[in-house]
């Protein structure tokens, strides 16, 4: 099995964002209110970046314990 480098799951979520931004645009001048425009753009960011997150077994940061 192979592996992907930090490299291409970085490019995979500035790509994904891009589509993020743009579904939130589009739904924002659909619905012709930026509040919705940008719920659905920060969401499809959001579940998009618990997904590749969830893929590639990198959890994110290390939790720090105080």
């Given at each position: 099995m192979?592996?992907?480098g930090p490299a291409n799951h970085r490019l995979l979520i500035t790509v994904l964002?891009?589509?993020?931004?743009a579904l939130g645009i589009a739904?924002?001048?659909?619905?012709s209110?930026?509040?919705i425009g940008v719920a659905a753009?920060?969401?499809?960011?959001?579940?998009?970046?618990m997904m590749v997150r969830l893929w590639t077994g990198?959890?994110?940061?290390?939790v720090t314990h105080h």
């Amino acid at each position: 099995m192979t592996t992907t480098g930090p490299a291409n799951h970085r490019l995979l979520i500035t790509v994904l964002t891009g589509i993020g931004v743009a579904l939130g645009i589009a739904v924002a001048v659909l619905t012709s209110d930026v509040i919705i425009g940008v719920a659905a753009g920060a969401v499809f960011i959001a579940m998009a970046n618990m997904m590749v997150r969830l893929w590639t077994g990198h959890p994110g940061p290390p939790v720090t314990h105080h």
